[in-house]
């Protein structure tokens, strides 16, 4: 049934920029119904093989995105949700944004991409570095190395180890490869920052990404010292690159400009919240605000974040912010660098083409083939066990050189096979990460499931299954959208703060999903050989991983040079 408008109601816009697109809904602030929405795919989508402008190839482990990719969604997804929900703009409050993170644009003192200027067009270093460009493993391995020998106090707030994904890794990276780059960027700016500049013409840096992915504690970076031990040439990165005053979450970053307007058919100057994460955002649209309620946000990788009464250190974890996710508390943060896409990928360059066919023939996706099929076996019948690393570990190694493992295969494996074994391999992962949690003495009391995955009803029983613990699942198909919107309407004043927009427009659906019994003592039996696997090959037992990417960086230079 329809959701009734009425000509009165206060509305708010939330968009989601995604990893492949960007995704518009059209919010009601007085209970959070959600009246339409839209999906702009992303023209460019993910580079990399090689640069849209020149097609000069990438290496390997590299990820970029083209800017103007995001405009376009606020000039498409926003009006056609409103079109979609037959409201007037004249009614909308508030618009509110969410990124993936860490998404790094280097922009010229008016907001300019270098990408977009001529001099730069050739040059991969000019462009948006999405959240899984892993290509500054290195420099991440020396920001923590560093860090370490010198007792720097704010590495246990990151779990002790630095990754690839944050700003501090990908700035180094330009600057030690592309300095002409590094010299003319005048600020380093996350994504999710550079489109609430867009839109209200005013550079607010949020206090989320700079917490989570900039390293700011207690309100320092680390030191020029610090930088200038790690690179000369990085000592003024703060300075210079970095720095900027920090807008809280729920507040206003400006007001909506005539041209933003112009682009998203709403009335200039309604309320623009300051920029957040597609993770942290998500929170408030599960109604998950109170310690110890998790929320595992699933899609192409997964981030977990959970709020925590006091501050604790917990080893590999992504960071720890204070207000990082609502005010008043300790926001906490992990994640899995991999999820969706090894599933996707499995699908797309494994599964032999009879599997494809037989899909089309009963109209369904691959996918769900596959899972239909992996559902009737019981637990441990494939034989196998997987590590689900071919994106690298996000949590709690925070190494980005690991790679896949399947283990067990036989010439009777089949596909179903090792769909299932990944599908329980990205359990797995969640409950080191949750074990990690508890063992650092963060409680963790609740598990609350959103992101596209939700669709997947056996994915979802495993993991009921792996971690001992009922399911809840977010009641919104558009979660970070949402998520956006609730900050909206407290950034318009509609509500006082981020857990009463919650409570009023959140929604959750409890206990979807319980542990079988029988399920979770196979899983123990797996699980424990998943950590044999687990820590022969990511806790520095055996060096193969790192040994084999090497080797493969040595051969894709060796054939460029050819």
């Known amino acids: ?109 008016d907001g ?21 460009h892993h290509s500054a493993q290195g420099q991440a391995d020396r920001i923590t190395e560093l860090a370490r020998s010198r007792g720097e106090k704010w590495l246990p707030r990151y ?43 005013n550079y607010v840096r949020n206090a989320c990404t700079a917490g989570y992915k900039g390293i700011h504690q207690d309100g320092a970076y680390p030191s020029p010292e610090y930088l200038r031990e790690l690179n000369p040439g990085f000592e003024n990165f703060v300075a ?15 007001r909506l400009s005539g041209q933003a307007a112009e682009w998203t058919g709403l009335p200039a100057g309604i309320a623009v919240s300051v920029g957040n994460v597609d993770a942290h955002v998500t929170a408030p649209a599960a109604r998950a605000v109170e310690p110890g309620q998790l929320v595992a946000i699933m899609g192409t990788s997964t981030c977990h974040v959970m709020n925590g ?31 969706g896409d090894i599933f996707g990928w499995f ?69 179903e096979d090792v769909y299932r074994a990944l599908l329980e391999a990205t359990a797995f992962g969640t409950r080191v990460i949750i074990d990690t949690f508890i063992d650092a003495q963060v409680p963790v009391t609740q598990f609350v499931v959103a992101g596209g995955l939700i669709r997947n009803p056996l994915l979802m029983q495993i993991y009921a299954d792996v971690l001992d613990m009922p399911l809840s699942v977010i009641g919104s198909e558009n979660g970070p959208a949402l998520g956006s919107a609730i900050h909206a309407a407290v950034a318009a004043g509609a509500y006082p703060d981020i857990r009463a927009a919650a409570a009023a427009m959140g929604s959750v659906e409890r206990d979807v999903y319980l542990p079988i019994p029988t399920n979770v003592s196979g899983y123990e039996e797996l699980f424990t050989e998943y950590l044999t ?18 080797r493969r960086r ?9």
């Open 1 to 109: 049934m329809a959701k009734m408008l009425a000509l009165t109601d206060q509305l708010v816009v939330g968009v989601d920029f995604g990893t492949l697109s960007g995704r518009a809904v059209v919010v009601r602030v007085r209970d959070g119904a959600e009246l339409g929405s839209a999906v702009f795919e992303y023209p460019h989508a993910v580079v990399e093989q090689t640069l849209p402008a020149t097609g000069r190839v990438l290496p390997p482990d590299w990820a970029l995105q083209v800017p103007s990719d995001y405009v376009d969604v606020l000039r498409n997804a926003v009006p056609a949700a409103l079109k979609a929900a037959g409201a007037s703009a004249k009614n909308v409050i508030g618009i509110g944004t969410d990124f993936t993170a860490c998404t790094m644009v280097p922009v010229t003192e």
């Open 112 to 132: 300019t991409p270098l990408c977009e200027l001529p001099e730069f067009r050739a040059e991969p270093h000019a462009y948006v570095k999405l959240w899984k």
């Open 554 to 562: 040595k051969a894709r230079a060796q054939k460029g040079q050819d």
């Open 159 to 201: 779990g002790g180890l630095i990754s690839s994904e944050w700003e501090f890794a990908k700035g180094l990276q330009i600057l030690e490869e592309a300095p002409e780059v590094y010299a003319a960027m005048w600020r380093f700016v996350e994504a999710a920052d550079w489109i609430v500049w867009q839109l209200t013409g």
């Open 309 to 339: 009464a006091e501050l604790r250190e917990v080893p590999g974890m992504c960071g720890v912010v204070e207000g990082g996710i609502v005010p008043g508390l300790w926001g906490y943060e992990a994640g899995q660098s991999g999820v």
């Open 347 to 415: 699908v797309d360059h494994m599964v032999p083409p009879a599997y494809h066919e037989k899909a089309r023939e009963q109209g369904l996706s691959v996918h769900q083939l596959l899972s239909d099929l992996a559902a009737q076996q019981q637990v441990g019948e494939h034989g196998l066990v997987a590590l689900d690393w071919h994106s690298g570990n996000r949590s709690v190694l925070v190494d980005h050189e690991l790679s896949g493992v399947v283990v067990g295969q036989t010439l009777a494996t089949r596909a």
């Open 240 to 254: 210079d690159k970095l720095a900027h005053p920090l807008g809280q979450l729920g507040d206003a970053a400006g």
């Open 533 to 550: 696997l687990h820590d022969y090959f990511g806790r520095g037992v055996n060096e193969v991983m790192r040994r084999l990417r090497e």
